[in-house]
């Protein structure tokens, strides 16, 4: 099955830094999706984003999906962005597969 | 946010107990979901929906069953719980457009503990 790769694991911040987010996949994918998971445990999908780039308020997402990869961008980060982010990415089938998320800590 | 409504929110049951979870949407979309979240390893797919009576395995569906006799409910059950079920699980949405589903919205989470 699809393999998915995310880097870094963990990342520390300061308020106010930039931040970039890299997830890495095997094969070809139809789907891809970032989420947020808060310190509540709530899963909040912040991009659905196959191919191309989007972006939303303070935050952005490129997939690259020829050469299999895609990145989620956190400009001036805030404390409220703190929590774990998923990349999860989609085949042939329907079955969404996870990475293992990288945690995000922002500072004061 | 999605209309989504997990039940219970917390559950303890003892090994070898039958557990049953349920996933209440009010978005009438066509696919459902349940993962479970394990430290270490993020979200695995135990089984999905893709309508009404139509199912498929995931990753690591053995130990675990599921139903869907009406579009808004999904239904997960433990046949016989084991200490290696407990696990925080997650029933999620999705809508299905242009052969492909879209965008998946999560639940609250349903934290089940087997003693």
């Known amino acids: 099955g699809i393999q998915v790769e995310q880097s870094p694991p963990d990342l520390i911040l300061q308020e106010g830094a930039n931040s970039t987010l890299r997830c890495n996949f095997s094969?070809?994918?139809?789907?891809l999706q970032w989420f947020h998971q808060n310190p509540w445990g709530q899963l909040i999908n912040l991009f659905y984003?196959?191919?191309g780039t989007k972006q939303n308020g303070r935050l952005s997402a490129t997939t690259v999906a020829t050469e299999r990869y895609s990145l989620l961008y956190i400009s001036s980060s805030q404390t409220t962005d703190s929590g774990v982010y998923f990349c999860?990415?989609?085949?042939?089938?329907?079955?969404?597969?996870f990475g293992t998320g990288t945690l995000l800590a922002v500072q004061p | 946010d999605a209309g989504i409504t997990q039940s219970p929110r917390h559950k303890v049951t003892e090994t070898g107990t039958p557990v049953t979870l349920r996933c209440h949407q009010t978005?009438?979309?066509?696919?459902m979901y349940w993962y479970r979240q394990d430290p270490g390893h993020g979200l695995r797919l135990i089984h999905y929906?893709?309508?009404?009576?139509?199912?498929d395995k995931g990753e690591v569906s053995d130990g675990y069953s599921v139903s869907r006799s009406k579009t808004e409910d999904f239904l997960l059950t433990l046949e016989s719980a084991t200490s290696s079920q407990t696990s925080v699980y997650f029933c999620?949405?999705?809508?299905?457009?242009?052969?492909?589903?879209?965008?998946?919205?999560f639940g609250n989470g349903t934290r089940l503990t087997v003693t």
């Open positions: 984003i196959p191919s």
């Open positions: 999620a949405i999705s809508e299905y457009e242009d052969r492909a589903s879209r965008p998946l919205h």
């Open positions: 978005e009438n979309h066509r696919y």
């Open positions: 094969d070809s994918v139809n789907n």
């Open positions: 999860a990415v989609g085949g042939a089938t329907n079955k969404l597969i």
């Open positions: 929906s893709y309508g009404v009576k139509d199912t």
